[in-house]
């Protein structure tokens, strides 16, 4: 049987390694949606300029 304490020592592993690839995630796709927002607003603002 698992006690207690090897158990927990399991979810804290589980959620470490969740939230590093949360993190992971999150800063590949970041870059390219901050991206797309920057060229649409410049477009927007540009539109807006003529």
């Known amino acids: 049987m698992i006690d207690d304490s090897s158990n927990r020592l399991v979810w804290v592993a589980v959620g470490i390694a969740l939230v590093f690839v949360i993190y992971k995630g999150f800063s590949i796709?970041?870059?390219?949606?901050?991206?797309?927002?920057?060229?649409?607003?410049?477009?927007?603002?540009s539109g807006i300029g003529k």
Do not use: D
């Not at 796709?29 to 603002?45: C, D, E, K, R, W």
């Open 29 to 45: 796709f970041a870059p390219t949606l901050t991206s797309q927002v920057t060229n649409s607003i410049s477009g927007v603002v």
